[in-house]
């Protein structure tokens, strides 16, 4: 990954402010949950420690958050007027990550343990429930499209997390399968994220479909991304073990296209990854060098780049205000381009 420009450490630091605005809000619907399920997600977002003491482990990026934000002052509304959007999506943003990492068996997030490792996946879960039910309690009342648009993106969340899931299985997966999995699984809530913001704001149906379109691009560049990261991420940064996708086994978009490419490298690489059993760090190591000389490095930069400059395209559709713009801009920058 290439060094932070100015326009990255803008975004990274809009973010910044978007944590501070958004995180008492999330924080207070949090703790309406009962014990032990209070705990659960407390810990989650980095608040509790496993014993229920105070802890400041962080909550994420706020990137969802920001982006319904920045959605609403798009369209010429204050941000604040986005906020219980914001504290939405973001609920059900962290509602998956708690999912998710049960049914991929992951045991470590933001560097500690998950929510399930340190209370047991059954916890966990309920605590992601926990955080769905109260997504949809905030935007009760706002706007009636919001709530929709939130309705028709957890159909497309849990369809995207189905394939995902049935890939695992699968030896052969194609480019097109996984392209339509990331759509649902990552893209599909960050385009959300700018509809709910902008329908806060007030603003007309085609600004926006226009930030939903740009969401949608800004969306699929952050998943080539974090598949980037996923191999490649320097786990000081990441947080992450060295290859950490590839140690599952992800059928990551990098993957799928070196496996698919017709050449010899991608033709051992879908070898090694029907061995059964876990991969050894020389396994690991080998199956990173495999995707890289059977493209799948290249292309997915190339890939995160073509949407960052369509996520550009349909953001000018939508004629946000100009500091938005520019704050929106910085976004897509940082999804295409960042270390984290």
């Not at 326009?7 to 978007?18: G, K, P, Y």
Request: with cysteine; hydrophobic share 50%; charged share 20%.
């Amino acid at each position: 990954m290439t060094a932070a420009t100015t326009a990255q450490r803008d975004a990274w630091a809009r973010l910044a402010a978007t944590r501070t605005l958004i995180g008492p809000q999330l924080r207070r619907a949090v703790d309406r949950l009962a014990e032990p399920i209070h705990t659960v997600a407390g810990y989650h977002f980095g608040w509790y420690a496993a014993d229920g003491s105070p802890a400041d482990a962080g909550w994420g990026k706020g990137l969802r958050g920001g982006l319904a934000l920045a959605g609403a002052e798009a369209v010429g509304a204050p941000a604040d007027r986005a906020v219980p959007a914001a504290v939405a999506v973001e609920l059900v943003h962290n509602f998956t990550l708690l999912h998710d990492d049960v049914m991929d068996g992951d045991r470590t997030r933001r560097g500690r343990p998950t929510a399930g490792a340190a209370f047991g996946d059954a916890q966990a879960i309920l605590a992601g429930d926990a955080l769905l039910a109260l997504a949809f309690d905030t935007v009760r009342g706002q706007a009636a499209p919001a709530a929709a648009e939130l309705c028709q993106v957890l159909l497309e969340l849990v369809a995207g997390q189905s394939a995902d899931v049935a890939f695992e299985s699968r030896t052969a997966v194609g480019l097109d399968a996984c392209l339509a999995m990331a759509a649902g699984k990552t893209a599909s809530l960050i385009g959300a994220a700018c509809a709910v913001g902008a329908i806060s704001g007030g603003a007309a149906p085609d600004r926006v479909d226009g930030l939903k379109g740009y969401g949608h691009h800004l969306g699929m560049a952050f998943q080539l991304v974090d598949d980037l990261l996923g191999i490649w991420g320097d786990p000081a940064v990441t947080r992450k073990p060295v290859g950490a996708d590839l140690r599952q086994r992800k059928k990551s978009l990098p993957v799928v296209f070196a496996m698919g490419s017709g050449t010899p490298a991608g033709a051992e690489l879908a070898s090694l990854y029907a061995i059964p059993g876990g991969f050894t760090d020389g396994q690991v190591a080998r199956a990173a060098l495999l995707v890289e000389q059977a493209g799948g490095r290249d292309w997915a930069e190339r890939e995160a780049d073509r949407h960052r400059a369509a996520a550009l395209d349909r953001l000018a559709a939508a004629r946000p205000e100009a500091d938005a713009g520019t704050v929106l801009a910085q976004f897509a920058d940082l999804a295409a381009h960042r270390d984290r």
